[in-house]
């Protein structure tokens, strides 16, 4: 579900009281366009601080689905995110208060510095702690699309992000954060860092620069070949099932880049 995102003064009188009370007094807000499934994303700045809050209305079920895994996941990322401050629920809304994180949108195109900053993040995430509460694995996303053996390969204990879009990535004096965990699962510790690949390429940059790049993260680097392989094709029969064969080549042919490195030996 997509909605257009109400401002700060057209939140509830309720919630953005119960807000202040954490904040003190917003003395400024500004709406942030990004973000599919909020009802509400904006900056403030307040007596107390700047902050980020993302609110949803109640009959938003998605949303509030992805409000729950971000509180859920919120206290096991305070390494790579900025902090949870306040969970509120007023008048049919549930809002979470994080502290705002500096930076701007990581420049993921080639001979940008924030493409270093976004590779140290990858090898931070891989030193999440481990996850106490029970999440999907990132293979059951693609239950429909799995092959024989494909949900064993795929199986994983470390914390995922799994949207690693460059508006997720906010980089500030050489530092890269990420935000908006929304879509958390469980799986090997490459698989954010290959989509964050992608995500370089769909910046143009070139699959041998992409690879290159992912060749700075040893979770990459320790990969099976046969789990990539499978990773690579149940993504890309997702894709195709989705919007059509014709359709999904332009991403599928990137995901396929991924499979020059998975046919590499393994290095300790």
Same mark, same amino acid.
């Given at each position: 579900?997509?909605?257009?995102?109400?401002? +700060?003064?057209?939140?509830?009188?309720?919630?953005?009281? !119960?807000?202040?009370?954490?904040?003190?007094?917003?003395?400024? #807000?500004? $709406?942030? @366009?990004?973000?599919?499934?909020? /009802?509400?994303?904006?900056?403030?700045?307040? #007596?107390?601080?700047?902050?980020?809050?993302?609110?949803?209305?109640?009959?938003?079920? @998605?949303?509030?689905?992805?409000? !729950?895994?971000?509180?859920?996941?919120?206290?096991?990322?305070?390494?790579? $995110?900025?902090?949870?401050? %306040?969970?509120?629920? @007023?008048?049919?809304?549930?809002?979470?208060?994080?502290?705002?994180?500096?930076? =701007?949108? !990581?420049? *993921? /195109?080639?001979? /940008?510095?924030?493409?270093?900053?976004?590779?140290? &993040?990858?090898?931070?995430?891989?030193?999440?702690?481990?996850?106490?509460?029970? %999440?999907?694995?990132? #293979?059951?996303?693609? #239950?429909?699309?799995?092959?024989?053996?494909?949900?064993?390969?795929?199986?994983? @204990?470390? &914390?995922?992000?799994?949207?690693?879009?460059?508006?997720?990535?906010?980089?500030?004096?050489?530092?890269?954060?990420?935000?908006?965990?929304?879509?958390?699962? &469980?799986?090997?510790?490459?698989?954010?860092?290959?989509?964050?690949?992608?995500?370089?390429?769909?910046?143009?940059?070139?699959?041998?620069?992409?690879?290159?790049?992912?060749?700075?993260?040893? $979770? +990459?680097?320790?990969?099976?070949?046969?789990?990539?392989?499978?990773?690579?094709?149940?993504?890309? =029969?997702? +894709?195709?099932?989705?919007?059509?064969?014709?359709?999904?080549?332009? $991403?599928?042919?990137?995901?396929?880049? *991924?499979?020059?490195?998975?046919?590499?030996?393994? =290095? =300790?």
């Amino acid at each position: 579900m997509i909605e257009q995102h109400l401002p +700060w003064v057209d939140l509830p009188a309720p919630l953005r009281a !119960a807000v202040q009370q954490h904040t003190g007094v917003v003395t400024s #807000a500004e $709406s942030i @366009e990004q973000g599919l499934n909020c /009802s509400a994303a904006v900056r403030l700045t307040a #007596a107390a601080g700047a902050f980020f809050v993302k609110a949803v209305r109640g009959k938003h079920t @998605e949303g509030l689905a992805g409000l !729950a895994q971000e509180q859920r996941v919120a206290p096991l990322v305070d390494a790579v $995110s900025p902090a949870l401050r %306040l969970a509120v629920r @007023e008048a049919g809304w549930h809002a979470l208060v994080f502290d705002l994180a500096p930076g =701007r949108t !990581a420049d *993921l /195109s080639a001979g /940008s510095p924030d493409v270093d900053a976004v590779a140290a &993040l990858m090898r931070r995430l891989a030193d999440l702690p481990p996850v106490p509460a029970e %999440l999907p694995q990132f #293979a059951d996303r693609y #239950a429909a699309h799995l092959l024989p053996g494909d949900a064993e390969l795929l199986h994983g @204990e470390h &914390l995922l992000h799994t949207d690693t879009n460059p508006h997720n990535l906010l980089v500030h004096d050489g530092t890269a954060r990420l935000v908006d965990w929304a879509m958390p699962a &469980l799986g090997p510790a490459w698989i954010d860092p290959a989509l964050t690949a992608i995500r370089l390429m769909e910046s143009d940059q070139t699959p041998a620069a992409a690879l290159a790049w992912l060749d700075q993260v040893p $979770s +990459w680097r320790h990969a099976p070949a046969a789990a990539v392989t499978a990773f690579v094709g149940v993504v890309c =029969r997702d +894709w195709t099932g989705r919007i059509g064969e014709h359709a999904a080549e332009p $991403s599928n042919a990137r995901f396929r880049a *991924l499979l020059t490195r998975s046919l590499a030996p393994v =290095r =300790r």
